[in-house]
């Protein structure tokens, strides 16, 4: 095997925003465990760089490289939430190409295999100009996938915008509406398709090239009939399991802690706490915040909720007084470790692909409120296909529809069929992931690919 690997040389290029960062850095990582003679070329801009590689235990074998965020000097951003991403992929292969010429001299070893993530279509023509496989990482909800697959067919079908409309149309979609699906698939007439779009939109052209399309999820609980389309498409399609932090490791220190909520949630009764938490990038509205806040006031159950520090001042006046025998609300918590908690009931969430599965890895039920891009697939797939959760009723926060669906989850008859549905899908991610699971073998297959590049 050793000699499999030598001169091997992996230029893992970075989508740089949003929660798409880590997951990509624990691939690399798992790979570079695995293939110790390989040298892995990591390639983003020096804002994430920083970010990601402040952590410990890098394995030796992964270099970090910096290439443009595609900002101009003096250019002042504006208040579209695409610029920086449109910025970044209008740099082009040629910026790309950069931080693997670097790689390249400071390793004097040319690049044999290119990883990236899917977001990041440029890297494709680097991968063809190198003449090198292009393996592609896709890790939003693997679900998603389908609809960018086939944006145009979506466009043609829903042309009158109906959101309750089906995309009955899709191999394994019928459950899903068009309300469900990421806005930027069926833009407004009005706007000016973003680059960020366009490159979604490119899905089906552009990933039937890559050598091997990994996903972050297990095929065990994936729509089988989106699986069997997507195979059909594709050269490879591997599900490794979640790449997010393993919910299984409890053991952290104080620091990772700071406010100590483990220790809090240790001294609450099982299956009783309300963990509320949004994310790193979503902010709900002001509005909707207030009715959160009523909504876990009335309702007497625990909770602990992670809250930004510039959100807690829009809390109620005399909220955290009040409520502070029973609930708990931090600036951040260590979430993988808080769902693995016994204590915790339910999770109340934007149902991000990371909290989705690392609460399905828990078998804690979740209450969805979406608020964009996958989420709103995500909700659905909870609510009508896995069935181990809900959608708060009408799609936002109100005192009552947050207070029934507490009811619903902890106390409500029907409740505890959700809850056993939950506890059932961790079980079948702990026989996915265990020794001779698919996602070990499609690992392996993987390690594979990338030896014999």
Known sequence: MTSSFQNKHIAAIVFPFGSHQVPFLNLVIRLA???????????????????????????????????????????????????????????????LQKGIDLAVKSTNQKVTCILANAFVTPSLIVAQNLNVPWIALWPPLSTSLSVHFYTNLIRQHCADRNKTRSLDFLPGLSQIRLEDIPGDVVPRSDEEEPVFS???????EVLPHARAVVISFYEELDLPLFVQDMKSKLQSMLYIGPLTLSPSDTNIDTNMDPDCCLPWLDKQGSSSVVYISFGTVVAPPQHELLEVSEALEASGFPFLWSLKDDQKSLLPNGFVERTNKRGKIVSWAPQAQVLANGSIGVFVTHCGNSSLLESMANGVPLICRPFFGDQGMATRLVEDIWKIGVKI??????????????????????????RENALKAKETMQRASGAGGKAEQDFKTLVEIISSS
């Open 33 to 95: 465990q695995a293939c110790p003679n390989v040298i892995f070329s990591f390639i983003s801009t020096a804002k994430s760089n920083q970010t990601l590689f402040s952590r410990p235990n890098i394995p030796g074998n992964i270099k970090s490289y910096y290439v443009s965020d595609g900002i101009a000097e003096g250019h002042v951003l504006g208040a579209h939430p695409f610029e920086k991403l449109n910025l970044f992929l209008q740099a082009g292969p040629e910026n």
């Open 198 to 204: 366009k490159s979604l939109a490119s899905m089906g």
């Open 393 to 418: 009723e009408g799609g936002v926060f109100t005192k009552n529809g947050l207070i029934q669906s507490l009811n619903l989850i902890l106390v409500e008859e029907e409740g505890k069929k959700i």
